[in-house]
């Protein structure tokens, strides 16, 4: 009997911690915080262990972010399923990764910047996740939200434009590679204003602004700037039209806005001009 007893109270106790796991993870922000603390190791590993031979897992890791972000909204993205929301979180980690391989392996470096990846990355799952709600309804964060995720666009922005200018490859594949990156990372930007479904209308438009940046792309390939200069500059023109894009989305788009995103541009190139040569 007290064998039998035994067995029950262990019984017992497994379901607990069964429950307790199950429990763990059927809850979003604890799902968020895994997820977060499974890409920061593999990304750490990435940088300061494997360096520069890490590529591919970073890789690797940009669609694994990606997939635990699919796992973590999986029940809201049923009732409303928007690719969209993947787009960020990729380019993030692929940005962050990429540029932290070119960066000198120093230990306090490597965990400072993971520190600030991941909490940049639980950041952008928390706004990816009041998007995928304020689709359906309105939601008081979602200002804050937008704000969130225009910070992050723009830190992966400019890293990307770093990695890739960096390479100091051939104009036509340089070219190419921006508009790989510039396309899908102002389609997410726009539909974080609109969270429609369906942007084929705003597709060519979209089109076009990318096309924009990769033409002053372009006339930063034949500049003699270092690659953080030219980053710099190409990310704040993606600054000022994403600026006047939202602004014309939300129907105030009026001299004062017009007015100071022109001065943007003019202390972006001036600041260009400084420091080239």
């Given at each position: 009997m007290k064998f039998l007893s035994r067995v029950g109270e262990l019984g017992l106790k497994k379901n607990k911690t069964v429950y307790a796991l199950l429990r763990f993870f059927t809850n979003k922000r604890q799902k968020f915080i895994f997820s977060?603390?499974?890409l920061s190791l593999g990304l750490f590993i990435a940088e300061y262990i494997l360096g520069k031979s890490g590529m591919m897992l970073v890789l690797a890791l940009s669609f694994l972010t990606s997939i635990l972000l699919y796992f973590s909204l999986r029940a809201d993205l049923k009732e409303n399923f928007t690719p969209q929301i993947f787009i960020l979180p990729f380019f993030y980690s692929l940005a962050i990764g990429l540029f932290f391989l070119l960066v000198p392996a120093r230990f306090i470096t490597r965990v400072g910047m993971t520190f600030l990846y991941a909490l940049g990355l639980y950041s952008l799952f928390l706004s990816e996740n009041i998007f995928?709600?304020?689709a359906t309804r309105t939601i008081q964060l979602l200002?804050?939200?937008r704000t969130v995720s225009l910070v992050l666009t723009m830190l992966s922005y400019f890293f990307i434009?770093?990695?890739v200018f960096s390479f100091h490859i051939n104009v036509f594949?340089?070219?190419l590679l921006v508009f790989l990156y510039t396309f899908p990372i102002l389609l997410h930007a726009l539909w974080t204003?609109?969270?429609e479904k369906e942007l084929f209308k705003y597709i060519l438009w979209i089109f076009c602004l990318s096309v924009c940046l990769v033409e002053v792309a372009a006339f930063l390939w034949f500049n003699l700037g270092s690659p953080t200069v030219i980053a710099l500059f190409l990310t704040a023109i993606c600054y000022v039209f994403l600026g006047l894009a939202h602004a014309w989305l939300e129907k105030r788009l009026f001299r004062s806005v017009i007015l100071e995103y022109f001065w943007v541009t003019i202390v972006s190139f001036i600041f260009l001009v400084l420091f080239t040569g």
């Open positions: 977060v603390i499974l995928t709600v304020s200002s804050g939200a434009s770093n990695v594949i340089t070219l204003y609109t969270l």
